[in-house]
Structures are given as structure tokens and as C-alpha cells.
RNA sequence: GGCCCUAUCGUCUAGUGGUUAGGACACACCCCUUUCACGGGUGCGGCACGAGUUCGAAUCUCGUUAGGGCUACCA
């Protein structure tokens, strides 16, 4: 099958096509790291024409919520992702994850454990204190018959515990890391599958759903890389193919910790990003960017651009570090890719919030306004700031100091009568060439300064003569007159 | 503590035994320009350390160090 990837040397036991998956928990918002490992399963999925399977990991009853549901579908849908399954439910194969869980029993590959968390914790201690890896020690691995009714009297319930296989290698070829080896005895005794109250835990729930699901290659954050070792055994036992795994380089703050979405709200929601205004495409491919690099050599791309190139065994090992700087970058590169009518049009609610009213001019006024500014732009909202003096007069008493002295002076307002007297005769368009003979004045900041000032209230801003003609004749008198009225 | 991963400019990276170690962000300067921004140019700055293998090591091996992750009846 053409699926398989150029850095993929081991054959694999799956002759179908190829099919991966988010399994994002509703447990808190849609975050940059979940975000991230979409953006990377879908660009599989799409590269080796595979399907794209969304599924929410929702058996943590408590931490759920369905708004976070929401939150994460909205996020992945604006970010341009889009999945050709789901979103399917963990909670909703609850029947099924208990029937696994039987035959496990029932084939003596897994085991009620009875002991107490306080029990659990009094172990974990000890070992502590020998210098030993903690653990729990498989102690309730063979029960016997009265044993076990002894603890049920005692008003014990069993927790259900996966047999791992003793001092063994679980190895895997990791598609972006390579071989990899975990010792069994090295990943904390046998894993409860099961809890007290029949709920079953992740590393079993998500074996028994990518198995059912038909997933082939698991593509996830470092973060999970004991699990993989804990879940292979799994896939094993249940005499199921095993997967073939990728684990992606995780996100890291300033400080070098691992990106959560608890303790970095404030630069980790993607719903954060787009409620202050940043462009989708921006983040997607900052995303990308960070750990992927494009064999084009270009490192300005959309999603639908990285597609035919994009190869999971080129993506870099090694954690990297959020800058905030070169997403900026980012957002810029993307703006000035973007036209000014699609500006705008993203713009508008934007600008409508800003109570700016748009009826004073004409769609294609409104576009050549953006066209004058978006290069410059890193964030929608901007475009409101840079914008709002065309929609109401400036207020020159709020200039600073050094500017309303300027305007004061005989030449600025010699420049602002000129332009009045000009503006009988000529039109708006022509005000800056004839300004130098009518004034006397050399072109250039004499002459453009007090204009800008005058008509914007800002010393900076965009290019005058496109403000002189998008402002018309009218505004433009009408503020000059306001200026020297002052 | 145990296990695992990682290691090229401040940051993101290219590089798979022979390169003046390349690019991007940021920073500084210059050019363009009425201003800001954009754009163009220049500069600053890096192979963590130590052994080994080799004619030759950023690249291979080992060790050290540093950083990160995991270590739940969370996901």
C-alpha cells in the first residue's frame, strides 16, 4: 500500500488503509498540544489518502463537560481541521470496554486486586525509602478462591489489573524516534484496568477503541511514551495487530516545562487565540512549522500546502520551545498573503464590535482602507485602531505635547490654510503636489506632518495620499477647518 | 528515587563522515520611504563536555552533564 512511509522499513500486519485519530478529552478547553497532534494526524491522514477518525475521550465522568465538547469541535473546525469519523464517544462503548475486561478475566490475563489505596500508598512509601523504583508489587496477582472471599466480607471491592508480562522487553519502531525499549518490570507493576466501581482507565479503554475503530498508526505526544509500553502488552494479550506508533515532540513554555493547559491558559487555548483575532492559518502553521520543516524550504505555508510534502519521519525529536515572537512573524506573513477583501471580511465583526460605523463608505472603500494597513498586521483588532480615524474626526486635544506645539506653528498652519484654499480649485488627489509651490515649503514632513496630524491625530500612519482620497473632499475640509479652529 | 526521551546561534531549525556549519524569528546598523509598517541589504551569534573509532566527526560509539517527560482507582 502506498500509505507506508518512506522512514517505515518494518512491514506491517494492516492491509487496509490507513486510519488515525484525536482522541481529545473534554476535560478542559481545546489547547495548542491537542491541537498540534490534529494538525499532524490529519496531515497523515490526508498525505497517504487515509481517514481521519475523531473521537472523545469522555470516561472521566466527573471532569467532563459538554462545553468543553463544544469548545473543541469549534477549535479544531476554525483551525481548518476537518475528520471524516466521529466524533465518536468513549463513554458510549461502556458495554463493550466491560465484555474486553471479562475475557481478560476469564482467560487469566487479568485480575481483581483488593488492595486499599492506603494500602497502595503504604507501599509506594516503602519503597521510597529503600531507594526503589515505587510501584505497585503484583501481590494480588494469585489470589485464591477464600482469599479473595475473605477481603469481598471484609467489604472490599476489587480494582481490575492488567497482567503485564514479567521482565520483559516491549520494544516498538517508533516512527519519529525509532526503536524504542521499555523494560516490562520498569512500568509500575500491573496496571489497573478497571476501577472499584467498574469505570475502566484510559490505557485500556483507548486499546479497546483504536482496535475497534480500525486505527493503524497512533500518532501522539511524547508524554505517552510509557503508556505505548504499557499498551502494546495489551494489544497482545487481546490477540489484536498492534499499531504502529509515532510519538511527536512535545510544546514547551520559556521555562521549559511541558505545555498544560491548566497552568498556561493564558497562551494555551486556541479559543483564546481566536477570540482576540489571530489568524487560524497563522497558528496551524506555527504550529507545523515547529518541529516540521518543509522540504520546499518555504516556511510560510497553509495546511493544503504541506499536505503533498508533509513526512511524520522528518519531523524533529526534540521538544521546542513557544515564541510568541515567531508566531507574530507568523500572523504577519499570513496577513499580507491574505487579500483585503478577505481581511475585511474576517475583519468585520471586529470592526462592527468597535462600534465603527461601516455605512459611511462603500465596500470598495472599505477594502482599499484595508489594503492601506494590512501588511502590517499581526492581529484583526488592530485593524479597528488603525482604522478607526476614518470613521471619526480626530480629537487633537488628546495629541501629545511636542504635536500640538507643532500644529501651532505658523508653517503647519500656513500647510492647513493652503490646503483649503487648494481644495476649491482641485481635487484631494492632487492636494500634496501642489502644496510645495502654493507654500513655499520643501515637500516632506513641513508639509505631510500637519496634514496627518490635522486630519488622522496621528503622527504615523498610512500613506497620506491613499487617507486624502479614501477621506474625500468633504472630511477632509471639514477636519482641516476643526485643526485651525483650535 | 526509578524508567524513558532529547541535546547545532537567545528561540525554531537545515545538516546523516570531508560545508567558510545554511536558513528563519529576535536584536543592531544601512537602504527604500512624508511617518509607521512592508520590502531589500549587512552584522551579531551555535555544533554542551570528555574520551574513543577514523586520514578526517556537528554527524558513528561510550561516558558525563544538562533539560524534558512518565511514574493515579486522570486522560
Aim: proline fraction near 5%; charged fraction near 25%.
Amino acid at each position: 500500500m502506498d500509505y507506508i512511509m518512506p522512514c517505515m522499513s518494518e512491514t506491517t500486519n494492516f492491509n487496509s488503509t490507513l486510519r488515525v485519530r484525536i482522541p481529545p478529552s473534554p476535560t478542559g478547553q481545546l489547547h495548542l498540544g491537542t491541537a498540534r497532534t490534529a494538525l499532524y494526524n490529519f496531515l497523515v491522514a490526508r498525505r497517504y489518502g487515509g481517514k481521519f477518525v475523531f473521537r472523545l475521550e469522555d470516561t472521566d465522568k466527573v471532569r467532563s463537560k459538554p462545553e468543553y465538547v463544544d469548545d473543541i469541535i469549534d477549535g479544531l473546525k476554525w483551525l481548518g481541521i476537518s475528520w471524516d469519523e466521529g466524533p465518536f464517544r468513549q463513554s458510549e462503548h461502556f458495554a463493550r470496554h466491560k465484555r474486553v475486561v471479562e475475557q481478560l478475566l476469564e482467560a487469566g490475563l487479568a485480575y481483581e486486586c483488593f488492595c486499599s489505596s492506603a494500602e497502595l500508598e503504604e507501599m509506594k512509601l516503602a519503597q521510597r525509602e529503600q531507594n526503589k523504583a515505587e510501584g505497585y508489587d503484583n501481590r494480588h496477582r494469585q489470589l485464591s478462591a477464600q482469599e479473595k472471599e475473605a477481603f469481598r466480607e471484609a467489604g472490599r471491592k476489587p480494582t481490575i489489573r492488567f497482567r503485564l508480562p514479567d521482565d520483559e522487553k516491549i520494544e516498538w519502531n517508533d516512527l519519529v524516534r525509532g526503536k524504542m525499549s521499555v523494560n516490562s518490570s520498569d512500568l509500575g507493576g500491573d496496571p489497573v484496568i478497571a476501577k472499584e466501581n467498574g469505570d475502566v482507565l484510559y490505557n485500556f479503554a483507548v486499546v479497546v477503541d483504536d482496535n475497534d475503530l480500525g486505527i493503524t498508526h497512533i500518532i501522539r505526544g511524547e508524554d505517552h511514551l510509557h503508556n505505548t509500553a504499557k499498551q502494546i502488552p495489551l494489544y497482545q494479550a487481546l490477540g489484536w495487530p498492534v499499531p504502529l506508533f509515532a510519538h511527536v515532540p512535545l510544546i514547551l513554555t520559556v521555562t521549559r516545562e511541558k505545555l498544560s493547559k491548566r497552568k498556561h491558559g493564558d497562551i494555551a487555548s486556541i479559543a483564546m487565540y481566536r477570540d482576540l483575532g489571530y489568524l487560524p492559518e497563522a497558528i496551524v502553521n506555527y504550529l507545523v512549522a515547529m518541529s516540521w520543516t518543509n522540504p520546499s524550504g518555504e516556511e510560510v505555508f497553509t495546511l493544503d500546502e504541506a499536505i503533498p510534502s508533509f513526512d511524520l519521519c522528518s519531523i524533529s525529536r526534540s521538544a521546542a520551545v513557544y515564541d510568541r515572537e515567531k508566531l507574530l512573524w507568523f500572523c504577519k506573513q499570513h496577513f499580507q498573503r491574505l487579500s483585503s477583501a478577505e481581511v475585511f471580511e474576517r475583519a468585520q465583526i471586529h470592526l462592527e464590535a468597535a462600534k465603527l460605523d461601516l455605512s459611511a463608505y462603500d465596500h470598495a472603500e472599505l477594502v482599499t482602507m484595508v489594503s492601506l494597513v494590512k501588511d502590517g498586521l499581526t492581529m484583526l483588532p488592530e485593524l479597528t485602531e488603525k482604522l478607526s480615524f476614518f470613521f471619526q474626526p480626530p480629537t487633537l486635544s488628546k495629541l501629545a505635547e511636542a504635536e500640538r506645539n507643532f500644529l501651532a506653528e505658523d508653517n503647519s498652519k500656513l500647510v492647513l490654510k493652503a490646503s483649503l484654499d487648494l481644495l476649491e480649485t482641485i481635487p484631494v488627489e492632487k492636494l500634496l503636489a501642489e502644496l510645495p509651490a502654493k507654500t513655499g515649503l520643501k515637500k516632506g514632513r513641513a508639509i505631510m506632518l500637519p496634514l496627518r496630524l490635522a486630519l488622522t491625530g496621528e503622527g504615523h500612519g498610512p500613506d497620506l495620499i491613499g487617507v486624502l482620497s479614501l477621506l474625500g473632499k468633504v472630511r477632509v475640509k471639514e477636519r482641516l477647518e476643526r485643526s485651525l479652529a483650535e
